[in-house]
T-cell receptor
């Protein structure tokens, strides 16, 4: 079964609005990573947050991690049309393979 | 440009034929992963190598699938006697093992397989 599960499955917002995606996982992890995938392309790494971190920022991205709830959130502020993509969380459980969720499909409308 | 390259990018084959995909990871990365992704789904783990050793294989990797990384550099994924259900994008990724800070994995652009 999938370790990570993103929520919602799909999200449509207007340009300039913020987008929040959530990820839940089942077992203890070393770190959690978020990736973006444009249609038909490979995945691009966005941000890594370690299990001992609670929040991390990178440009317009803000990631939180709550290990007690086994959940993470990705916030994209001031969204742009170019942010339209699928977003995946992946969990790393101490050197084992990375497990991806089914993703959130984000549509940013101009 | 992530530095992981995959070839071919697209392959159309007839059912029953064999296909082989190649992946060249980022040069200093000792870990190499293969994933499969179908439309609307997340990547599903197939197998990974640390150097030339294949350390883990998913149950998705039936006996028709074989992966190699003979010299710990590039890797090949071969699918024998292809079936229509094998149609998917096959993604390769690589990482450097950094246990203290975690491994960031970098993906290639994928190889699309269509079995007709």
């Amino acid at each position: 079964s999938q370790q990570g599960e993103e929520d919602p499955q799909a999200l449509s917002i207007q340009e300039g609005e913020n987008a929040t995606m959530n990820c839940s996982y089942k077992t203890s992890i070393n770190n959690l990573q978020w990736y973006r995938q444009n249609s038909g392309r490979g995945l691009v790494h966005l941000i890594l947050i370690r299990s001992n971190e609670r929040e991390k920022h990178s440009g317009r991205l803000r990631v939180t991690l709550d290990t007690s709830k086994k959940s993470s959130s990705l916030l994209i502020t001031a969204s742009r049309a170019a942010d339209t993509a699928s977003y995946f969380c992946a969990t790393d459980a101490w050197g084992q393979n990375f497990v991806f969720g089914p993703g959130t499909r984000l549509s940013v409308l101009p | 440009d992530t530095g992981v390259s995959q070839d071919p990018r697209h392959k159309i084959t007839k059912r029953g034929q064999n296909v082989t995909f190649r992946c060249d990871p980022i040069s200093e990365h000792n870990r190499l992963y293969w994933y499969r992704q179908t439309l609307g789904q997340g990547p599903e783990f197939l197998t990974y190598f640390q150097n030339e050793a294949q350390l883990e294989k998913s149950r998705l990797l039936s006996d028709r699938f074989s992966a190699e990384r003979p010299k710990g550099s590039f890797s090949t994924l071969e699918i024998q006697r292809t079936e229509q259900g094998d149609s998917a994008m096959y993604l390769c990724a690589s990482s450097r093992e950094r246990r203290s800070s975690g491994n960031t994995i970098y993906f290639g652009e994928g190889s699309w397989l269509t079995v007709v």
